[in-house]
């Protein structure tokens, strides 16, 4: 209610004011001109009066541009002024519009009608008031009514460079002493109630002049903060830039490697292809050897059977032949499970193998295995070629077995033709031969199987060759996943960082805001100077005040205490001497004084 009431006579001391000093200067008032200046303040005071909190994502907001924001609505004449309040690019903030159409509304004469239309739809204010505010309850009706007597001034006010978003609103009273003083001229004793006032306001300045300097200060900490945050920004675009840089090499590394591979992978199949090319000349040159040794067996057999009549002696050789046959055959088994345990051998191998290529899997070493894989292919490169030498040289040398075996029967046939007597050494000779060319026979069939087992030898490693190949891609399409991935995360990273600058953008100016809202409040909401009549007890031990027990006045807070509670004498800036302060603003006032001198 007292706040109500102060309010109430402010505003109407302000528009008293303004109306006689426009009239005493007989001109258009501009938005320098003082009382002008203090009207709005106050207006401003009576609007906020009551003003409910409203919490938003960023955090609370207190402002009286909502309200006004309904005259658009109810009232479509105000659609001009609330169109051109949204487009002065220079206006951040919400009290910064609210002036402005306060500005606007009194140039065009209509600040009392728009008001009034709000206070007909008080249904649509509870919104934005509590229940006992100024413009919910009748003052708002008498200020409505007072208002109107602004219709005779005229007011050209530039809202253009104004700094209307920052401006702190404080009430001069300096204006107001001076009509009192020229008004109750007479009252001396009035007027000593209206200096302390006077003294008491400049308190309330000095305390107001320190929030401000404290409120730079954070503002400087803010800065140096955001310095570091730019300067944290910049190391983490370098990083960043060094990451792409060192992608860029791998994928170069990467390219280099399966080039190197698939050369590789080209000269084994060309290797291979000349390999099976020369396997098949010399398998074609071994049937046609084998071929021809056949029929020499066959004409030899048939001359073996027209002269068996005549060897019956040499039945015990063949026995014996027969015989070392067997043990050949016998051999032959035993060769053949030995095949048998090394081709098992091989298959564990190859599990060995698998188990090992398993493991290797890794996406940290796949380089390394990369570049032993193509080392492993360069050995098994130079290995075919010794194998390939090594078949060569073995032609070779079945080409001149073939060579004195063809000799061998034609001195034969001559020694058959021209010495038919001599047939038992001739026989000899013969089963000499034929011994020597069976051993042959079965030294070429172990090559044979020899070059069969290489070949599904190179059989096996082409198909190890292609499964490599093949998770090779694989390997390539993960590294292409994992690079989408890279750059999805990088993505959101900036949103994020992007977000996170905005989000502490906001955060420091509502802190900043709020805190400036705060401090205006609490210089609103001062203690005012009590009256002797109005205090009955002492504010601090509650004693109740008689004739041993007098009243005093802390001159820094205003209120009402005994002489023990306030005993203490302070230096304050509005007095030139030291005054009577309680003990709790002189607990205050000296920690302040240690804090600013340290």
Not at 186 to 200: F, R
Request: with cysteine.
């Amino acid at each position: 209610m007292e706040e109500r009431a102060n309010l109430m006579n402010m505003m109407k001391l302000s528009i008293k004011i303004l109306i006689q000093s426009a009239l005493s200067l007989g001109r258009t008032l501009d938005s320098d001109f003082p009382p002008l200046q203090q009207f709005f303040v106050v207006l401003e005071h009576c609007l906020k009066h009551g003003l409910k909190v409203k919490k938003t994502f960023i955090g609370q907001n207190k402002s009286f541009f909502g309200p006004l924001e309904l005259v658009e609505k109810l009232c479509p004449e105000a659609s001009d002024i609330a169109t051109s309040v949204k487009n002065l690019p220079e206006l951040k903030t919400a009290v910064g519009r609210g002036r402005a159409w306060l500005y606007l509304a009194l140039m065009q004469k209509k600040l009392a009608d728009y008001l009034k239309v709000l206070l007909d739809h008080k249904h649509l204010l509870s919104e934005f008031y509590e229940p006992d505010a100024l413009m919910m309850e009748e003052e708002g009706a008498v200020i409505v009514g007072l208002l109107v007597g602004l219709n005779v001034i005229d007011a050209n006010l530039c809202l253009k460079g104004e700094d209307l978003d920052s401006q702190v609103g404080v009430i001069d009273f300096s204006l107001y002493l001076k009509e009192t003083q020229d008004s109750d001229g007479k009252q001396d004793g009035g007027i000593t109630a209206v200096l302390d006032q006077k003294h008491y306001v400049e308190e309330l300045n000095r305390h107001l002049s320190c929030t401000v300097a404290d409120l730079q200060n954070k503002i400087d900490c803010l800065e140096k903060t955001n310095s570091k945050l730019q300067e944290e920004l910049a190391a983490a675009t370098d990083r960043i830039g060094s990451l792409q840089e060192e992608q860029q090499q791998l994928k170069q590394q990467n390219e280099l490697i399966r080039e190197r591979s698939e050369k590789s992978v080209e000269v084994t199949k060309e290797d291979t292809k000349v390999e099976l090319d020369t396997y098949k000349q010399s398998r074609q040159g071994l049937d046609e050897m084998y071929s021809d040794v056949w029929k020499q067996l066959k004409e030899e057999k048939k001359i073996r059977l027209e002269l068996e009549k005549e060897l019956e002696l040499q039945i015990g050789m063949k026995t014996e032949m027969e015989i070392a046959m067997k043990l050949l055959e016998k051999d032959t088994h035993e060769k053949q499970d030995t095949l048998v345990a090394l081709r098992q051998q091989l298959e564990e191998v190859k599990a060995i193998n698998l188990q090992m290529f398993h493991k290797s899997q890794n996406a940290e070493c796949s380089l390394q295995q990369k570049t032993e894989a193509i080392s492993s292919f360069e050995g098994k490169t130079n290995e075919m070629m010794s194998s390939m030498k090594q078949m060569e040289e073995r032609l070779q040398h079945a080409e001149k077995a073939r060579q004195t075996a063809e000799e061998r029967c034609n001195k034969m046939k001559q020694e058959l033709a021209g010495r038919l007597d001599a047939c038992r050494q001739q026989m000899s000779q013969l089963d000499s031969k034929c011994s020597t060319l069976e051993k042959e026979l079965k030294s070429e069939k172990e090559q044979r199987q020899t070059l069969q087992r290489e070949l599904h030898q190179e059989k096996d490693a082409t198909t190890l060759l292609k499964t490599e190949l093949q998770q090779m891609e694989g390997l390539k399409k993960e590294l292409r996943k994992l690079q989408d991935e890279k750059q999805q995360l990088e993505k959101v990273c900036e949103e994020q960082e992007q977000a996170l600058q905005e989000m502490g953008l906001h955060l420091s100016q509502s802190k900043l805001k709020m805190e400036d809202i705060k401090e205006v409040n609490k210089a609103l909401k001062g203690h005012t100077w009590l009256k002797d009549d109005e205090a009955t007890h002492c504010k601090q031990c509650e004693k109740e005040f008689s004739i041993s027990r007098r009243k005093h006045h802390c001159r820094n807070c205003g209120d009402i205490f005994c002489n023990t509670c306030s005993s203490n004498e302070l230096a304050l800036p509005s007095y030139p001497k030291p005054v009577r302060v309680c003990d709790t603003c002189h607990t205050l006032l000296l920690q302040r004084c240690s804090s600013n001198s340290s």
